[in-house]
């Protein structure tokens, strides 16, 4: 599986953006997709995770109610939805897949095998 992010950018406070993480290769072995980010000289952050095939969401609390997590099957593609941005919303932002389910693998990163190469969102004014 490979899975590639893109969408990441500068954007306001205030502001949203979505990322996107495209799949491909051994579809099949995906059951849940799950979205991490990670600040320099900090440790890799769970945000949240979904299952593949729909249903199962789950979100850490520092952002949830800001940051939405949808699907896009046909595309093979997972999107996060992030609002209300903030400068400490500044990272690198990575997509993951897991052959589990999502409420198996939720807080990560531990089961997921597969990670893409993450995309950078900076927030600043």
């Known amino acids: 599986v490979q899975l590639v992010e893109s969408g990441g950018g500068l954007v306001q406070p205030g502001g949203s953006l979505r990322l996107s993480c495209r799949a491909s290769?051994?579809?099949?072995?995906?059951?849940?997709m799950g979205w991490f980010r990670q600040a320099p000289g900090k440790e890799r952050e769970f945000l949240g995770v979904v299952n593949w095939s729909g249903g199962g969401a789950y979100y850490a609390d520092s952002v949830k109610g800001r940051f939405t997590i949808s699907r896009d099957n046909a595309k093979n593609t997972v999107h996060l939805q992030m609002n209300s941005l903030k400068p400490e919303d500044t990272a690198e932002y990575f997509c993951a897949a897991s052959p589990l389910e999502s409420r198996i693998v939720v807080g990560g990163p531990v089961g997921y095998d597969y990670w893409g190469l993450g995309t950078q969102v900076t927030v600043s004014s």
């Open positions: 290769g051994d579809i099949f072995e995906i059951s849940s």
